[in-house]
């Protein structure tokens, strides 16, 4: 699921609730949270996330500073997996994906 650009708190908002109405009970250990400048890239290639069938979303901040606060609330709220730092300037993309068997962190 793609989202438009976001405020820093419409895209946690957004993301927290995609996330929470596709896990069973409080597993959110079993996501994956990231940022990058190409998400479809990140997701599809390098993460391996099926794109038809696979549970995943992005969101589009107006910064990477926005995205980076987005992303850091994400893992630290959540518990999600994922690490801070990385990217650039250019890296204004949150994005989530339901950790499987075949994708890659």
Not at 55 to 78: P, Q
Request: proline fraction near 2%; aromatic fraction near 12%.
């Amino acid at each position: 699921m793609a989202l438009n650009t976001l405020t820093k708190q419409s895209a946690y908002d957004e993301i927290k609730s995609y996330i929470t109405s596709n896990t069973l009970g409080s597993n959110y250990s079993s996501w994956y949270v990231g940022i990058a400048n190409d998400p479809e890239r990140r997701l599809f290639q390098e993460h391996e996330v099926n794109k038809g069938n696979g549970r995943w979303i992005y969101a589009k901040c107006y910064s990477d500073s926005s995205a980076r606060e987005v992303e850091n609330a994400l893992i630290d709220n959540l518990g999600t997996h994922g690490g801070p730092g990385g990217g650039d300037d250019s890296t204004i993309y949150v994005y989530a994906y339901e950790i499987k068997s075949y994708t890659k962190e």
